[in-house]
C-alpha cells in the first residue's frame, strides 16, 4: 500500500477524508498548522484530533508550531477577507511544509483535508498543490472533499464523536469573520 501524508487542521475536518483514503492508503496525518491563534486553541484542535488518531490507531506527526513566521508570510494581508489572497499565501504554507515532509520521509503521496471546507476553494488549493507535487517531485491528490456530501457526512461523523467543533477558521484574522 502506499503511503500518504494528509495535512489536516483539525477532528472535524480530518474524521470523513482520512477514512475515505485509508481504504487506498497508509495514511499518516500531519498536523501543521502555524495559523492558528491564540496557542490555547491550536492546542485544543491538536489534541482532539490526537485523541481520535491514537482511538483508530492512526500515525499524526506534529509539525513545528512557528506562528511568527507565518504572521510574517502574511503581512500586508490582515485586512483580506475569508478566501481571499491572505488565505490562498496560508494554504500554500500549510501544504509546502507538507509537501517538504513527505517528499523527505519517503511519502509516495501528500494531499489535505482542507477542500471539505465549504468556505474554501478546491480550485485554489488543488492548483497550489499541483505545483508544490512538481516542486518536490512527490504525487498530489486533487480533491474537493464537500463534493457528493462530503461536508455534510463529516459533520455528522464529527457530531457522533462528540468533537470539538470551532467557531471560526484559525488565525487572528478569521476570528472576527
Ligand atoms: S482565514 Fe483561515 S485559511 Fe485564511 S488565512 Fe486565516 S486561517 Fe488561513
Known amino acids: 500500500m502506499k503511503k500518504l501524508l ?4 483539525c477532528a472535524p475536518c480530518a474524521i470523513y477524508v482520512a ?5 487506498d492508503y497508509k495514511v ?3 498536523f501543521y498548522n502555524s495559523n492558528i491563534y491564540p496557542e490555547t486553541e491550536y ?5 482532539e484530533i490526537k485523541k481520535w488518531a491514537e482511538k483508530e490507531k492512526i500515525v499524526m506527526i506534529q509539525g513545528e508550531f512557528d506562528q511568527e513566521n507565518w504572521f510574517s ?3 500586508g494581508l490582515e485586512q483580506e477577507p475569508e478566501g481571499g489572497v491572505r488565505c490562498a499565501v496560508c494554504y500554500k504554507k500549510r501544504l509546502e511544509e507538507t509537501a517538504k515532509y513527505a517528499s523527505e520521509n519517503d511519502f509516495h503521496i501528500f494531499t489535505t483535508t482542507l477542500t471539505i471546507s465549504p468556505h474554501k476553494k478546491a480550485s485554489i488549493i488543488n492548483s497550489i498543490g499541483l505545483k ?3 516542486d518536490y517531485n512527490i504525487e498530489f491528490i486533487e480533491a474537493d472533499w464537500k463534493k457528493q456530501d462530503g461536508f455534510k457526512k463529516a459533520c455528522e461523523l464529527s457530531r ?4 470539538y467543533r470551532q467557531e471560526y477558521c484559525g488565525c487572528k484574522f478569521s476570528i472576527r469573520e
Open 160 to 163: 457522533q464523536q462528540g468533537f
Open 132 to 134: 508544490l507535487s512538481e
Open 43 to 47: 492546542l485544543k484542535r491538536y489534541n
Open 28 to 30: 499518516t496525518l500531519f
Open 73 to 75: 508570510k502574511v503581512k
Open 19 to 23: 477514512m475515505k483514503l485509508k481504504e
Open 6 to 9: 494528509l495535512h489536516t487542521c
